[in-house]
Every structure is written in C-alpha cells, then in structure tokens.
C-alpha cells in the first residue's frame, strides 16, 4: 500500500496584548502565502494565557484587521483558554516523569545567583538551580505542599539541534544560555513555552513560522515536545522588522499600527504593496492579495532586519486624500 504525505498544518497565532503592527502583518502575510502556495492547512489561534498583558478586545480586533487584509484560515478560532484541561495533564505527566520542579526563588535571588555564573543569552538570566531536588525526582504536581511555588524543567547538558527551514542549521545549550526555565507560574498555570507546545500539538500544527525573536525559545520547546512525546515540528523563523533606530517596532517609532494607517485612508492593497517591498520587491508597489501570492517566494526574503524607514511610511501615506 502506498503511503500518503501527511497533511501540513501551520498556524496564525496573535497574542491580543496589543493592536497588530505593520511587523506583525509582515509576519502573517508571509506564514499566510507560505502555506497557501504549499497547500497546507492554515488553523488560527488567540494566543490569551498571559493574562495580566491582554487588551480587551483586541482578539476580535486582530480577526478583523487580518480579514480585511483578506487572509483566511480553516477552521474556527482556538482560544488559548479553552485548553486549560490540557495544560494541567501535560503539567502532571512531566512532574510524574521527574522532569520539573517546584522552585521559590525570587528574582531578585536569581539574578544575585546568576551574576557570577556565565550565560550566553544576555536577555534572560540562567536559572542556576538553587530549587533543583536533591532526592526524589517524581513527584505529583497537585501535592498542595506546592502551593504558591512556581516550576520549572529540569535540563540536562548537552545541545538542541535543528534545522530551521527559512534561517538554516541551528544548535543551541538551553541549559548553558537558561537552564532549567519556568514552564508553569505560581497559580499552577502554564507559561508561553509549555503552552505553544500544548497549543501546537492540539491543532497538529507541522509547520510553526514566526519571527526569530522566538528562535532562542524553540530548543526550549523542542525539549518539551521530547519529554512529552510529542511530534516535533518544522520551524521557519523569518527576520524582524525593526525602526531606523535598529531595535524592534515599539511605540517609540510612532504609531506602526495597521489600524493607524487603515484610518488615515490607506489601502489594504497598498499595505500589502509595502509587505512585498520587505519580502524582496524592488520596488513599493501596490498589489492585491491575490497578486501578492502569485509574487510571493520565500527565497526572496531577506536574510537581515528589515527597516521601517520614514520613506516606507511616506510612501504608505502618498495616496490618501487630504
Ligand atoms: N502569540 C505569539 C506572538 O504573537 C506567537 C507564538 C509563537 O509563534 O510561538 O508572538
């Protein structure tokens, strides 16, 4: 019997804390055209775990402002929240295995361990594993004696290895740059690395394109993804858009949102003609959708940081009545 491919899923996943930015547009449209080129699936999901961060509102706002662009996805929308059950089992199974540990550290006790200890990753401090369990390592997450603790997994040396499909062979030491990070927060729930896991899995996402801000987070997740035997994913971590100030778009660069410039009159084909510009046309030209994805290759997108520049908004702005 022949076998079948197995079916392509990726996923469009905004995190309602903020309206979308022109850097995120750039994100979707890429992830968008990518999969429909390839004929992939395409599931959606509202990314709303981090809760004290989230925007009321801009869920439906992201929905919209996606839908106007006229990109599309199958399925219904997946709320982050509606996995709670799944979060929790995936929580019990990996303390039942040994693989993470309630820890009460306070920053400040962290940072004032890990300023003598040498990491990689100067964004984010190494957990020097003050709380690491000396004994027993399997334990039953529900215990109430746990109450309050935060819990992180345990990681061993050595590296994560992977090939990024868009950005190239990668090789990371999570345990050297983080080392044994926080998966669940004080109230039990799980954080950003356990849940896109989780997440990911539930929509049997195969194909996982984002911004490479996150490409240091993915050998994290790959571990998990191992220590829940769960299928691993391919991973297309595509360059940011950042100011002329060369940090990424943030209020400093003025307003950047898509709905800023939806206001002032410009176009969703003249955003788009913008989007093409930074995936590699020569020129800023307005196109439609359709023509964007019959342009579109992914080889063509640069390899570097892309500028917002003044001209980039100028350009935006040129054809809206006064
Ligand atoms: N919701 C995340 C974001 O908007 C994406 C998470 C992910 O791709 O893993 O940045």
């Not at 063509?300 to 003044?310: A, N, Q």
Request: with cysteine; aromatic share 10%.
């Amino acid at each position: 019997m022949g076998q079948t491919a197995k079916k392509r899923i990726t996923r469009l996943a905004p995190s309602p804390t903020g309206a979308l930015h022109l850097g995120n547009l750039r994100t979707f449209l890429v992830n968008w055209a990518i999969a429909r080129q390839q004929g992939w699936e395409i599931a959606f999901r509202i990314d709303d775990l981090d809760s004290p961060r989230i925007k009321p509102g801009a869920d439906l706002h992201s929905i919209e402002i996606l839908q106007w662009i006229g990109l599309n996805w199958d399925g219904r929308e997946l709320y982050e929240n509606q996995l709670q059950d799944k979060y929790h089992s995936a929580l019990i199974k990996l303390a039942a295995a040994g693989q993470i540990y309630p820890c009460r550290c306070t920053r400040l006790q962290i940072q004032q361990r890990a300023a003598s200890a040498p990491h990689a990753d100067q964004h984010e401090l190494r957990y020097p594993g003050t709380c690491r369990p000396l004994g027993e390592r399997e334990i039953n997450f529900d215990d109430p004696q746990y109450d309050g603790a935060a819990w992180r997994f345990w990681v061993d040396p050595g590296f994560v290895e992977f090939v990024d499909e868009f950005s190239g062979p990668q090789q990371f030491s999570v345990d050297q740059n983080v080392g044994d990070f926080l998966i669940g927060n004080r109230q039990r729930q799980p954080v950003y690395q356990l849940a896109v896991v989780v997440d990911d899995h539930q929509q049997q996402v195969t194909d996982i394109v984002r911004g490479d801000d996150l490409l240091s987070s993915t050998p994290r997740q790959i571990l998990l993804q191992r220590a829940l035997n769960l299928p691993g994913c391919r991973y297309w971590h595509l360059p940011m858009v950042i100011g002329s100030d060369g940090h990424r778009l943030a209020k400093r660069h003025g307003d950047t949102r898509v709905a800023w410039y939806r206001e002032q009159g410009v176009t969703a084909n003249r955003l788009i003609g913008l989007m093409a510009a930074w995936c590699g046309a020569e020129t800023r030209q307005s196109m439609s959708l359709a023509e964007f994805l019959q342009w579109f290759r992914c080889d063509s997108i640069p390899r570097h940081p892309i500028v917002f520049s003044d001209d980039d908004h100028v350009w935006l702005l040129a054809e809206v009545s006064p």
